[in-house]
């Protein structure tokens, strides 16, 4: 299998990047995997923590603008068409996806917004990070 599977949200902070991280983890030989944002802002580190309970290091992914991924991005080489694109935007408005892909829309609460204590926060990521690989098992049909 080849392609290149793009997720999208507003910040790619969260949401996008744990997507990317489980994405790759999971990816089967040939399958690209990368993520953007609108308002790219940076990697929030309970999203690099919750990634790293379950043995994926997101130590090195950086929040990547919109414009960045459409343009090929420094994942991989422009001239590539991106064949999938999933959007995980729940309450905000999702960026729209205008090129020539598959479209999926996955609404996924954004963990950022989760408030309480440290361990209450980032039990929100972990719980956003198992729905996100759940979903991505059932696309690589696992």
């Known amino acids: ?19 990317e991280g489980v994405g790759r983890f999971l990816a089967p030989a040939g399958v690209r995997i990368s993520s953007a944002g609108s308002e790219p802002s940076r990697v929030r580190p309970q999203a690099v923590a919750a990634l790293a309970d379950i043995g994926i290091d997101a130590s090195k992914q950086h929040s990547k603008s919109f414009d960045e991924f459409m343009e090929g991005g ?3 080489d422009a001239s590539a068409p ?15 996806w205008l090129g020539d892909a598959r479209r999926v829309h996955w609404p996924l609460p954004d963990p950022a917004a989760a408030t309480g204590t440290e ?22 049909g696992f």
């Open 82 to 96: 991106v064949d999938c694109v999933i959007t995980l935007c729940a309450e905000e408005n999702c960026p729209v």
């Open 1 to 19: 299998m080849k392609a290149i599977i793009g997720f999208i949200c507003i910040g790619n902070s969260c949401r996008s990047q744990m997507a």
């Open 74 to 76: 420094s994942e991989f």
């Open 119 to 140: 361990e209450e926060v980032l039990d929100s990521f972990r719980t956003v990070r198992d729905e996100i690989r759940s979903r991505i098992e059932a696309l690589f």
